[in-house]
């Protein structure tokens, strides 16, 4: 199983500037990558895929990049409705696996 | 619009079965694999099963495998998970998503359903 570990596991921004959210794969996943955006009470949603590439109708400022097993989403100016919890997922491998999570809170 | 529409949660006893279920509506059901995960109260995601648009293939997480059965029925557009011999560890809220390419294994999620809560307490 490929372990996602990532950090920080808190991250305090202020509204405005930026954000940096690292994940690690235990293995190389390529860019077998994605992340997802989860506000409570609510499903996660997808921002990345293919480590890079937004889904659609995500705000530009959400980047992805990275590939192996090293990768990051930036989030370049933080908006209040970018608060919330951050996954990557590998889907490389089965089984898929998902990175513990990073909670980007209001500093 | 695409909709995933899960079913089945409430509370049962440990030991016990239940079977939850994923209706799908808005795309193709039969033409995209689908999974489901999982997160515990305050927790994390956790990934527990994929089959693929044909049913041909299914994979489970460790923690799950031997007692937990993912399968789909293409007619009724929906998709089951049958859990077996449960356990408080598998209390949590199950989501059902969506694979987003049409045919492909493994790839990104592109919709999920909002969850049902299953809770494993005596």
């Known amino acids: 199983e490929i372990v996602m570990t990532q950090s920080p596991v808190t991250l305090s921004v202020s509204p405005g500037e930026r954000a940096t959210l690292s994940c690690r794969a235990s293995q190389s996943v390529s860019t077998n990558l994605a992340w997802y955006q989860q506000k409570p009470g609510q499903a996660p949603r997808l921002l990345i895929h293919?480590?890079?590439t937004r889904a659609a109708d995500i705000p530009v400022r959400f980047t992805g990049s990275g590939s192996e097993t090293e990768f990051t989403l930036t989030i370049s100016s933080l908006q209040s409705e970018d608060f919330a919890v951050y996954y990557c997922?590998?889907?490389?491998?089965?089984?898929?696996?998902f990175g513990q999570g990073t909670k980007v809170e209001v500093k | 619009q695409v909709q995933l529409v899960e079913s089945g949660g409430g509370v049962v006893q440990p030991g016990r079965s239940r079977r939850l279920s994923c209706v799908a509506s808005g795309f193709t059901f039969s033409n995209h694999g689908m999974h489901w995960v999982r997160q515990a109260p305050g927790k994390g995601l956790e990934w527990v099963a994929v089959i693929t648009y044909d049913g041909r293939n299914k994979a489970y997480a460790d923690s799950v495998k031997g007692r937990f059965t993912v399968s789909r029925d293409n007619s009724k557009s929906t998709l089951y998970l049958e859990m077996n011999n449960l356990t408080p560890e598998d209390t949590a809220t199950y989501y059902c998503?969506?694979?987003?390419?049409?045919?492909?294994?493994?790839?990104?999620?592109?919709?999920w359903g909002q969850g049902t809560l299953v809770t494993v307490s005596s």
């Open positions: 998503a969506r694979v987003q390419v049409p045919y492909a294994a493994m790839v990104h999620f592109d919709y």
């Open positions: 293919g480590a890079a």
């Open positions: 997922h590998q889907y490389n491998n089965w089984p898929e696996t």
